[in-house]
C-alpha cells in the first residue's frame, strides 16, 4: 500500500484526475482499456497519462492504442508511423486501420470521418473493453454550441456523456449516460476521462512532459463548423465571460441530470393521442431512444406526429430511423429491424411433414395432439399469391389469402414472407392458419404447421 502512495504521490494533477475518473468503471469484468490515438496532443496526453498509471494500484488492466487512418491528409501515412514509434516507447501494443472508403458528394466530411471511424474501432472491441477518448471540457463547450445552432433538443444539448455504452448507435444517436454497476459489463463502454478537464490543463501536461505530437493543419479550416466555434467564438465569448467553457459545461451537467418520466413500453396510437402535443413527443422520442439508441430529429418526429396519427387505419406508413424501421399496425407504433431484400423470402423447396423449416424471417414448426397433415409426407414450399382463395379446415368458406391473412392479425411487412405449403399445384396448408380441409388428418401422429416469426421482425 504504501509504494502506491508513493507512486501517486508522484503523479501530476491531470493523472490524478484521470486515475479518479477511470477507477470506478474498471470491475472484474473488465477486460483491457483501448485509447483512441489520433497522434495529436490531446490523444498523445490521454495515451502518456494513462501509461504512466500502470504502477499504481488498481490499473493493471492492459492497455492498446487504435489508430484510425483516414486517407484524408496528404501526411496521414506519416502519422502512423508515428504513432507506432510512439507506442514502441511507451511499450505498448499498437492497432491501425485504413478508411477505405471515400466521403460522398456533398456527404459532410467531419461525419463522414466519425462514422468510418467508430465502425472500424467497434471490430476491435469486446465486451469487457473500456475505450477511452481524449475529448475534454472545451470540446464539450463546442458541442454544446454546434447543437444549439442545429435547433436540437434536449437530447442533443445534452452535448456528450462522460461514459456510455459502445453500439454503433453511438455514432448517429445520443445513447443516455450509464449508470456504473460494480462488476456488470456485458459489452464495451465508451469513457471520456478528460470530459472535466481543461484544455489549459492538457496544453501544460503536454509541455511538461515535453511530448511530441502531430499537429493537423485541418484544424484551423473555419470552414468547418466545430473549428469556427473554437477559434472564433469561443475566444469572443470568453473575453466578456472569463468562464464561459467551465460555465456552459455546468449547464450540460445539469441537463444530463435532468429526470425524465419513463418511457411507456408500448407506444399505443389511442394513448399517445389523448396526450398534449408536448407529452406525446417527449414520450415518442424517449421510447424510440430507449428501444434503439438514436434520438429522433425534429423532422422525424414530426413526421411521426402528421402521419402516423392522420393515416387511415389500413395504412401502415414507416420512418427509417438508421438501421431500424419506425411502422404503424393496429393501434401501436412499433420497432422492428427491415426485411430481407429478397421480397419471396424463399426460393421454392421440398420440406417433409413434421420436419422443421427455417427461412431468413421464421421457421416452420409442428405441433402435435390437434390434428393436421400426416406426419413424413413430401410437400413442396413456396410463396403464397394472395388473389387465390384458401379455406383452412377450422373456416367454412373459401376466402381470399391476403384476408385470411389479415384477419391473422399479421402485420402486413410479414406476409410476403409467409410460405404455403403445396402438394404439386394445390395448397394443402399456410403455417399458423390451417390446412385444406381435403388434407386434413385427425389421426394421433398428424401435426399442424406454425409459422414462427423471427420478432426482430415483428417487434423490438
Partial sequence: MKSAIRVFASLDFLTLNLAKTIKPFISTASRRIVVAYSGGRDSHVLLHAIAALRQTAGFSLPIVAIHINHRLHPDADAWVVHCRQV?????????????????????????????????????????????????????????????????????????????????????????????????????????????????????????????????DTSNADLRFNRNYIRHCVLPDLTVRFPHAVESICRSVQWLQELDGEAPPSQLRISYL?????????????????????????????????????????????????????????????????PMPVDTTGFPAQKITVGMPFFTPVGAIQWQAGEGGLSPNQPLRVDK???????????????????????????????????????????????????VHDDFFSQSKDAVLPSWQVDEKFVKL
Fill in 273 to 337: 393521442a389523448s396526450l398534449s402535443s408536448i407529452k406525446r413527443k417527449q414520450a415518442i422520442r424517449a421510447a424510440i431512444k430507449q428501444k434503439t439508441g438514436y434520438a429522433l430529429s425534429q423532422n422525424q418526429t414530426d413526421y411521426l406526429m402528421t402521419h402516423f396519427f392522420s393515416a387511415a387505419k389500413d395504412k401502415h406508413p414507416t420512418l427509417t430511423v438508421g438501421p431500424y424501421l419506425i411502422r404503424r399496425f393496429n393501434d401501436e407504433m412499433v420497432v422492428t429491424l
Fill in 384 to 434: 403464397l399469391h394472395f388473389s387465390d382463395k384458401f379455406r383452412p379446415h377450422n373456416r367454412r368458406h373459401h376466402q381470399p389469402i391476403k384476408k385470411l391473412l389479415a384477419q391473422a392479425q399479421i402485420p402486413p411487412w410479414i406476409r410476403p414472407f409467409i410460405p404455403g405449403l403445396y402438394d404439386n399445384k394445390t395448397l394443402v396448408a399456410i403455417p399458423s392458419l390451417g
Fill in 87 to 215: 507506442c514502441a516507447a511507451l511499450s505498448l501494443p499498437f492497432i491501425t486501420e485504413t478508411v477505405l472508403s471515400r466521403p460522398k458528394t456533398g456527404e459532410s466530411i467531419e461525419s463522414f470521418a466519425r462514422k468510418a471511424r467508430y465502425q472500424l474501432i467497434a471490430t476491435h472491441l469486446k465486451a469487457g473493453d473500456i475505450f477511452v477518448s481524449a475529448h475534454h471540457q472545451r470540446d464539450q463547450a463546442e458541442t454544446f454550441l454546434l447543437q444549439l445552432m442545429r435547433g436540437a433538443g434536449l437530447d442533443g444539448l445534452c452535448a456528450m456523456p462522460l461514459v456510455r455504452p459502445f453500439s454503433m448507435a453511438t455514432i448517429d444517436g445520443n445513447l443516455p449516460q450509464m449508470q456504473h454497476d460494480e462488476g456488470q459489463q456485458t459489452q464495451a463502454i465508451y469513457l471520456r476521462p478528460l470530459l472535466n478537464t481543461a484544455y489549459e490543463a492538457i496544453e501544460q501536461y503536454a509541455k511538461q512532459h515535453q511530448l511530441t505530437y502531430i499537429t
